[in-house]
């Protein structure tokens, strides 16, 4: 079973902030959130990932709430090709990552 | 471009038959990872290699055999496949945890009839 929740699918207009919210309320001390996107039938795509600060790179931002049962994900500004699959998951150890289904996130004209 | 190279990229197989699909990273990565992921799902994890040298099962290993050849190569072995292996199956490769995350390759697309 999936340790994180997702909303299954959202809209967001090309050009505006997507905002993908994702609860881990069991989060443990040293776990890390991690965010993938997967898009089409592609690999999983990397993006970012946080212990406890906010993070930020060129494809995204990553917000933590400070109890750290809950984080978003921040893509700026949309285009079409951020639609895609979203993953939050949680991660810390090798077998203990788990994939559930994720946000499908459509990104419209 | 660097990164996890798999193969083959598609395979049709019959009831019984048996393969091995294939993994490579160019990264100097540590452990190495094979996920399956069924349509509408999320990824299960089959097997993992934490370092050269081991092996752990996943999720879900029935029906599955693993080898890490050696700190690039780690494959996965169908020995009779069954019409329910028929996914996609992902290798990816990752350094430590919480160093990064991982990197997947583009899949290889198996249907077993």
């Known amino acids: 079973d999936a340790k994180t929740t997702q909303p299954t699918s959202m809209d967001c207009a090309e050009g505006r902030a997507a905002n993908l919210p994702c609860n881990h309320s069991t989060i443990s001390g040293n776990e890390y959130v991690y965010w993938y996107r997967q898009i089409h039938s592609q690999g999983p795509q990397y993006i970012i990932h946080g212990l406890k600060n906010n993070e930020t790179n060129e494809m995204a931002s990553l917000i933590i709430t400070e109890d750290r049962k809950s984080s978003t994900l921040i893509l700026p500004h949309a285009t079409l090709r951020d639609t895609a699959v979203y993953y939050c998951?949680?991660?810390?150890?090798?077998?203990?990552?788990?994939f559930g289904p994720g946000t499908s996130l459509s990104v419209i004209p | 471009n660097a990164g996890v190279t798999q193969t083959p990229k598609f395979q049709v197989l019959k009831t019984g038959q048996s393969m091995t699909l294939q993994c490579a990273q160019d990264?100097?990565?540590?452990?190495m990872y094979w996920y399956r992921q069924d349509p509408g799902m999320g990824l299960r994890l089959i097997y993992y290699?934490?370092?050269?040298?081991?092996?752990d099962k996943g999720e879900v290993p029935n029906g599955y055999n693993v080898s890490r050849l050696n700190k690039r190569e780690f494959s996965l072995r169908l020995e009779s496949a069954a019409p329910s292996q028929t996914s996609v199956y992902f290798c990816?490769?990752?350094?430590?945890?919480?160093?990064?995350?991982?990197?997947f390759g583009s899949g290889t697309r198996l249907t077993v009839v």
């Open positions: 998951i949680e991660e810390t150890s090798y077998d203990k990552v788990i």
């Open positions: 290699s934490a370092s050269e040298g081991t092996t």
């Open positions: 990264m100097n990565h540590n452990s």
């Open positions: 990816a490769s990752s350094e430590l945890v919480g160093k990064g995350g991982y990197t």
